[in-house]
Each structure stands twice: as C-alpha cells, then as structure tokens.
C-alpha cells in the first residue's frame, strides 16, 4: 500500500505545482494541436498545429505508400477489386435485374415475399415468419425496394467471404500455435478499432466505390469469425478428439467429421456475428460511396430530412432483427434424422418454397402488382414524422435548451476542463497506479506503454476530451442502468423480458441510435453524449440481469432460509456475488461507449472521432490509422484493467 | 506362456522436458536428477508391463497418478518420452502417421470416462464412425452397427443422439463404438466413473458378460479399488507414475509391496477377494478334518459360513477332487478379522 501512497503523493504534487504555477511546462502538457480558445467552438478546422512528438502518421504514410507502389499491391487490390464487383453484380442482378452481372430480369416482389414467409416459418414457426414476410412488404410499401436489395445484394457477396476467411484463419492458427499468438492482439485491436478507421486504408487501397464498401466490411467482420473459430475448436473437448484419434482418423478425416462438427454451435454464433457485423458495416460504409439503405440515410440524414431518415432507419433495424433471427434460429434448429419420412414430407418447406416462387413468376405478368408494388401505393409517413419534429423544436424547444445549457455549463464543461487541466504526468502516474494495483507491473507497463502512445502521437488533448466524453456517458449508464438491470432481475418474468430487450437493441447497427437523437435534440454535442448513453446502456442493464440471474439456487435458498428480506438479499448476496459479472457489463459500457463516441462525431463532437472522420474526408490514411490505434489503446486499457478486475474477484470468489 | 500382446519398457512421460535434456543409462532408465528439475512433470515413471492374451489388467490408482498418461501412452495417444511400446510384437513408437492409423483402425478400441460421444451423431453413426473412417460401404457399416447395438442392448435407440441417452446409455454406444471395429486389444479409461453407482454395477457386469464373450486383451483404468477387485485377473497399482505393485489381487491384498498399496487394502473385505487356496494350510497327515470339503477356488465368503459352522477343520480340494489343503476356523477368522488376529 505504500507504493501507492506514493504515487497519490506524486499526483497530488504535480497538481499542487501547477495551480502554484510552479510547475515548468515540459511537464504540464505536451505539445499541443489544440488550443484552448479552440475547444468551446465546434468544428475548430483551422487550428491545425500538428506537433507529434514522433511522427506515426508519416511512418505509416510512407509505409503504405511503399507496400502499394513497390511491392505492387495495388496490382493485388486492383484485381480482388474487379473480381469482387462481378461478383456483387451477381447478386444484384439476381435482386434487382438490370443489364449487369447474370443479366436476368428482376425477380416479382411478391418471390422475395414468399422467400422470406417460408423461410421464416420453416425456421421457426409464425412469429418469425411473419416478421420477415413483413419486413420484406415494408421495403416494398415505404418504397426503400431498391436500396434494400442494394444493401442485400452487399451482405450477399460480404457474409459467406468473411466466414470462409474467417474459418480458415481460424482453424490455420489453431493448429499453428505462433498463428494464434500473433492473431491475438491483432484480433483485440480489431475489435476496439473504430469502424471509420478500417475505412481509411481501405480507401485508399482500393479507392471509393460500392466494393470497396464491402471489402472494408469483409475486413470488420472477419475477426469474429477467426475468434469464434478458434475458440469452438479449442473447447471441443480432449477426449473427443482422442475419440476421433482412437476411430483411426487421418488428420483431414479429424477435422471435418470429429472438430468442426463439435465445434458447430460456437461456428454458427460466428455466422450470426459476421452478418450483423456486415450489416452494421454496410450502413457504415456508405460513407466510402456503397449504396444501398446506409447511403440512402445518410444523404437523407445531411440534408436533415428527418421523417424520411426515420423510415429508412426502421428498415434497417427490421433487416437487422429479421437477419439476426432467421441466423440464430437456424444454428438452434435440431436436425431430426431419425423420421424416416417420405420425400413429399421431409422436403415439404423447398417443395413449398419452389410452388411458391413458381407460382409468383407464372402470375406476375397477369396480376401486374405482383410484380411491382406501383408507385402510387407506396406510402411515407415522412411528413408526419416531420411535422412532430417541428413540434419537438417548437414547444420543447426552450426546456431542452435549457437543459443542455445547464448540463454543458454546469457538468460536461467542468469535466472536462479538469482532464485537461490534469498535467499529463499525473494522469499517468494514476494509470500505472491503477495497473499497479490491480494487475502487477505487467498491467501497469501496457496500460502505460498505452497512454505513451496516445501522448507520443500527438492526441494528447483530444483523447482526453474523448476519454471525457466516454467517463460522462459511462457514469450515466451506471447510475441508470445497474438500477434497471437489478429491478429486472428480482423477478423471473422482468428478467426475461429485459433480456429480451437488450437483445433486440443490440442487433440495431450503432449508428442507427444517431436518429432519434438529433429528432431531440438536434445537431449538437449533447446529442453525441445522449447517442453513446442510449446506446452503451445496453450491456450494463444485460449484465446486471445476468449476473443476478445467475447466481447459484442453493446460495438463493440459503439466504431465503437465513431470513434474508428482499434488501438484505440484494446487499448481502446478489450484489456481492454478481459484482464481477456487473463490472464486465461496465466494461462493455465502456467499449461501447468508445466506439460510439466515435460514430458520434457525425453530429459534431471535436474529440478523435472528429478527426478520423476529417482524416477519412482528406484521405489521409497516416493520420487515420493514427487516431484509430489512439482510441483502440484507450479502449484496451481500461479493458485490461476492468477485466483483469473482474477476473481476479471471481477467482476470490471461487465462481470460475 | 504365450507371447505378451502389449509389452512396454521402461515407459517415461515426462510433461515440460526438453528432450535434448534426457539422459538414459544401458537399461532404458532415465537419470533421476532430471525427473526432479524445476517445471517437469513425470507422469510416467520407468512403467515395465506385459499383457498377456485375453488377459484383463486393471491400472488402479487415484487421481494424478498417472494411470490415464499411462494407457494414451500405450495407444500413443500422448507421445512417450522414452521407452519402448510393442503391439503384438510390433515397435509402437517406431511407426509412421499411416501405420499408427492402420493399427487403431483395426487392432485398438477406446472407451473414455466422459463417454467422447460426436455430439452432431446418433448413437448407430457414433457406432459406425470408425467403420465410416476405413471407408466400409454403407450396407455393411449399417450392418455391423446394428449388431454392436444389439450386443450392448441398445435397440430402439439407433436414431436418438448422445444428449437424448442417458449416461449409462451413452457409455453403451461408447463400448460399441470401441468394438465395431472387433480390436483385439480394448482400453478402457475409467468407463463407469462418470455413473451413478446404481448404474455402474449393473455396467461392470454387462462387462464382464462382454468380456467373457469376446475375450479381449483388456487394460482398465480405474480409481475404485472395489471395481478392480472385482473385474481384474491382474491389477496394476500406480502412485506418482510409478507402478508400485503388480499382481493378482489376492497377492495385492495378502502381501502389499508398499505401505502405499498396503493403506488401500486395509478396507478391503477381504473375504470377497481372498480365495480357499491362498489361505489354507497344506493337508497334514491323520488330522482330523469334516466329511464336507470346499473347492480350492472357492471365495471364503462363500465358505464363511460352513467352515465356522464345523467342530473340525475343513479339507480343500481341487477340480480332480484331489485333497489340496486344509482350512481350520482361524484362517476364517484371520481373513475376517485382520488386525485383531494378535492378541497383545
């Protein structure tokens, strides 16, 4: 304990320091690219001062610049590129017709209608079904048909490329152990990686365009996969293996028939990852000119036709959830080998499935809205949706003003003015201190070696104003979320239901929680923060239910025995014994948090993400990938610590 | 005697060692300073083992003593460190990933404690894996599958998957699984411990009904004393790697080589395991001896009663009805009542 009295000591002493102004500037901040008159002004593009301390972003320009001129990557990129658009044509042709790919004719609506019902009920019954059925009837009736099958067309070509790579990376690193060592933290980068930062280098390897949209999805969705790859495999249990060994498999034979059968249910979780990674990708990725219903909104969201937005956003999150569904009930569904039905039975639902399409192509030529929903009766609700914003703006428009008034001057600004005003030395001594305690000198020198890089790149002052941002928000969804979650969690039915929702929320693609932000409050900082709450609420609520949830029924038995009333309960045992669970909630509060706050910058923050999105806007792939590994790092850290917390107390509490 | 079908020497598993570490003397033997070194773990320490032909040897030992290392080492499951392994005469650890696959196709089966069933395949494809593996047609892998379900008394539940089987079920299918492809040789590696003890009696006797069916060469592993007394012509007692005693079990219950071996027959009914012959004296002229007499073979628990139940000693005999020996109520008594034979 001495040791950290020490570094508090050390703290306390440079803060005294500085406010006796006797603290010599070397050690106050680093070089800045950001001055503080800048900071209460958004959008502060002419303060440009770019003064790293080592020159990353140059390194890694000329790195690129190398790998794509000398070694002739571009030749590689060029041609994957080709090859990639024929194959979305393909798909497109196949969704929408046209001239290009196959050269087929546009398949009748109502095919895809049917498609979608049978699949759906075949799947899992009525529910799913009509979901699907009805998703595909809105993307026809709201008139989004085209977009729609654009994005489809996108996840058609993105999904099964990312599983194969996925796969393959997956099995190759897990019979090669210095595979899977280097994967590792490439993988925990990956997934803390903001989603513009993937954009950047793609960009520039492959330039703008509807695959380079997909090939930037590709790329976000195949870590999942290679982790959930290696992971399934790595949990088939020894003797199984032995088992296959034992049967005289040659090692191909042990592979496809004992391991990757074994490993089925955490490949099929890989599957469903990658098409919602895709999904929230391709939304994404129309910043980088894919189209379909991500570029439709956001050109829709930049010209702030907000109704319209709405609707477009409501298809996505219905693609997303229909997606999700039909994925997840399919790795669930039990193959029944056993029924020695006859072939009209056992093949009922594609037999069905055949008729149907049959007969949707056979009619259409006859019954003309078959094939094409007509123009005058598809319906938008948009000025509806805009009229009730204008009424928002017009009669809340005061209290919400000034609710933003007081929380900006009262809360946010003092926050972060006092990250800023910490000089960098204590912020971290106070890291490694935390390291120190809860994870030993390792934990300590990486969260460090962390932070040193942030501050060596230059981004010093913005990480802190996104490291602002990410504590506000997290602190919010604590206070809110923990208490929901523990109320959810009292009762069986509540507990079922908050799942339920969480689940659901968390298929929504991320920048999907934008929308309904700005319809509140407009186009401003506030609406950034509350974007990030809204969406890092999620796992905070989750793991609290979970946690709970999952406590041992004797413990629950033994404290109902002891006499324990519903308060005492909670004190005494839930909370105690489920913290370290809460805490890996908290955690991915946090990860969320940090790749919102990111996303959050298309509604004017003045943070990294700012800049990854000016980097992606000039291209500048240096300073992008920069800025991205700056929030990865921040991200890893606090995750290391909050992990190997959590980790440490459940080993205490002998819960693993 | 005829030739061993498993005979292995010198046997060492050493887990952490660099192998450029290993130092064996002329007899195989590994220094022991080596054994001792900082991260090393021995499981498998200068094992020397026969198995004869339809012999059934049970590995006894608890948790860690490396009785599990031993028998993956016998079926290379885990690469030995040192040693010799011979299968039917033939160097185990000398053939290639061809040879390796070609014995276990048709000379070993395996039953495992968790039952290793293939989770994605009902019970008769579980059964007709290694068939499938050395590419049987489908008629005749159908067929033969159908027979081993027959044999463990599964029929009815061909098409129903592991997770629809009860463990005593599951263990069923893996008994069949180890057998389809006829082994002569048959691991087993503690296949009853996972099982109620209900359902673990009833297993061991459907065992010992296959066995004396079949008559495999079998090694057992397990860390139930009581079943390897009652399943074993020979045990095998291991402690950290070692085998510290090897024997019939009367010899393991009467003269314990260790006090390690002695701790774990203390409890031992011994009246279960002992036989007439191992506790009788031999025939004395003109004794005076009952008109009644008990087989050689006999188990004294099942001569408990008459013997205590005669004024005179009782004469063994052997199959030819020859006079063997003789008991007297005291060999009873001594076999019953161990410790308290001494009087102070």
């Known amino acids: ?656 | 005697m005829s030739e061993p079908v498993i005979r292995c020497r010198s046997l060492y598993k050493i887990f952490g060692l660099n192998p450029a570490d290993l130092r064996i003397d002329g007899d195989g033997v590994v220094e022991p300073s080596i054994l001792e070194r900082e991260g090393t773990v021995t499981a498998v320490d200068n094992v020397n083992l026969d198995v004869s032909p339809g012999e059934l040897l049970i590995v006894m030992g608890l948790s860690g003593s490396g009785k599990s290392t031993l028998v993956r080492c016998l079926s290379r499951l885990i690469e030995p460190t040192s040693g010799s392994v011979e299968i039917e005469g033939m160097n185990l650890l000398g053939m290639g990933d061809r040879e390796l696959i070609d014995l276990r196709r048709s000379k070993m089966g395996m039953v495992f404690q968790n039952f290793a069933l293939l989770p994605h395949r009902t019970a008769l494809e579980n059964i007709a894996f290694p068939l499938q593996m050395r590419g049987m047609k489908r008629r005749d892998y159908v067929e033969r599958a159908r027979r081993m379900i027959a044999l463990v008394g599964l029929e009815g539940r061909e098409n129903n998957f592991p997770r629809e089987l009860s463990g005593g079920q599951q263990q069923r299918v893996g008994i069949a699984r180890s057998l389809a492809v006829e082994p002569d040789i048959w691991f087993l590696d503690e296949p009853f411990s996972a099982l109620d003890p209900l359902i673990r009696k009833e297993m061991q006797d459907e065992f010992l009904r296959l066995q004396s069916l079949l008559n495999k060469t079998i090694v057992f592993i397990t860390h139930d004393f009581d079943e390897a007394l009652k399943l074993a012509d020979r045990i095998a007692i291991m402690f950290n790697g070692r085998i510290e005693q090897i024997g019939r079990p009367e010899d393991i219950v009467l003269n314990p080589a260790t006090d390690y071996v002695s701790r774990f027959t203390s409890d031992v009914p011994r009246e279960k395991v002992l036989r007439v012959g191992s506790v009788m004296n031999p025939p004395s002229e003109g004794e005076e001896v009952a008109d009644r007499a008990v087989d050689v073979t006999d188990r004294v628990e099942n001569v408990v009663e008459y013997v205590l139940g005669q004024r005179l000693p009782v004469p063994v005999v052997d199959s030819g009805d020859t006079v063997v020996g003789v008991m007297h109520q005291a060999h009873v008594l001594k076999v019953l009542f161990p410790s308290r034979s001494e009087p102070a």
Not at chain 1, 316 to 343: M, Q, T
Not at chain 1, 579 to 607: K, R
Request: with cysteine; net charge positive.
């Open chain 1, 1 to 656: 304990m001495k040791g950290y009295a020490w570094l508090g000591a050390l703290v306390l002493a440079l803060l005294l320091a500085k406010s006796a102004g006797l603290l010599p500037a070397f050690l106050d901040e680093l070089p800045l690219h950001l001055e503080k008159s800048s900071i209460d002004t958004l959008g502060d593009a002419g303060k440009e001062a770019y003064t790293e301390l080592v020159p990353f972003g140059l390194i890694l320009d000329h790195t690129f610049e190398f790998m794509r001129e000398e070694l002739g990557v571009s030749l590689v990129t060029r041609f994957v590129s080709k090859r990639l658009k024929e194959l979305i044509d393909i798909f497109d042709n196949i969704l929408r017709g046209g001239r290009k790919g196959l050269g087929l004719s546009a398949p009748p609506w109502t095919a895809l209608l049917v498609i979608a019902f049978i699949l759906g009920y075949s799947l899992k019954g009525w529910r799913l079904a009509l979901l699907s059925g009805g998703t595909v009837m809105y993307f026809a009736i709201f008139g989004l048909w085209k977009f729609a099958m654009e994005t489809l067309a996108l996840l058609a070509a993105a999904v099964p490329i990312s599983i194969i790579i996925g796969l393959l990376v997956g099995i190759v690193a897990y019979r090669k152990k210095w595979l899977e060592l280097a994967l590792l933290p490439i993988l925990s980068v990956a997934q803390t990686l903001p989603h513009f930062a993937y954009l950047i280098p793609v960009v520039v390897f492959f330039g703008i365009g509807h695959q380079t949209g997909v090939i930037a999805t590709i790329i976000f969705a195949v870590p999942p996969m290679v982790r959930l790859t290696l992971l399934g495999l790595q949990r088939v249990a020894p003797e199984i293996v032995e088992a296959g060994k034992m049967s005289g498999c040659t090692n191909l034979q042990l592979l496809f028939r004992v391991q990757l059968p074994s490993a089925r249910n955490e490949l099929l979780l890989g599957v469903n990852q990658v098409i919602m990674q895709c999904l929230a990708m391709v939304v994404i990725a129309a910043f980088i000119g894919a189209s379909g219903l991500g570029y439709r909104l956001l050109h829709k969201l930049q010209s702030l036709k907000l109704g319209q937005s709405l609707e477009i956003g409501v298809a996505i999150v219905l693609l997303a959830v229909v997606l999700d569904g039909l994925s997840r009930a399919w790795a669930e569904k039990k193959r029944d080998y056993a029924a020695d039905l006859p072939f009209h039975r056992r093949f009922r639902y594609p037999i069905l499935l055949v008729v149907m399409v049959a007969a949707a192509y056979l009619l259409a030529p006859y019954f003309p809205i078959l094939e094409k929903v007509p123009r005058d009766l598809t319906v938008t609700y948009a000025k509806t949706w805009d009229g009730l914003v204008d009424w928002i703006v017009l009669n809340w428009s005061d209290g919400l003003t000034n609710f933003r008034y007081f929380l900006i001057v009262n809360v946010l600004a003092p926050l972060r003015d006092a990250l800023l005003y910490m000089p960098y030395p204590s912020v971290l001594l106070l890291v490694a201190g935390l390291g120190l305690l809860l994870g030993g000198y390792y934990s300590a020198l990486l969260t460090l070696a962390f932070l040193v890089f942030i501050g060596l790149a230059g981004w010093w002052d913005r990480a802190m104003i996104t490291a602002y941002m990410v504590v506000f928000a997290t602190f919010i969804c604590i206070v809110i979320g923990i208490p929901v979650g523990i109320f959810s969690a009292l009762s069986e039915r509540r507990a079922k239901t908050a799942l339920f929702w969480c689940d659901t929320f968390q298929t929504f693609p991320s920048f999907i929680y934008i929308l309904p932000v700005i319809m509140l409050f407009q186009v401003n900082d506030l609406s950034a923060i509350m974007a990030v709450i809204v969406y890092a609420i999620i796992p905070a609520v989750r793991y609290t239910v979970e946690g709970i949830r999952s406590i041992a029924p004797e413990l629950e038995e033994a404290a109902t025995m002891a006499g324990c009333n519903t308060r005492q309960r909670l004190v005494h045992l839930q909370l105690p014994v489920a913290i370290p669970h809460i805490m890996l909630g908290v955690n991915q509060t946090i990860m969320f948090a940090f790749s919102m706050v990111i996303i959050a910058a298309f509604v004017g923050t003045i943070d990294l993400g700012q800049q990854i999105f000016k980097a992606l806007s000039e291209t500048n792939i240096g300073k992008g990938v920069v800025l991205g590994l700056c929030v990865s790092f921040m991200a890893l850290a606090v995750d290391h610590l909050v992990t190997r917390w959590a980790r440490e107390r459940r080993r205490l509490l002998g819960l693993d």
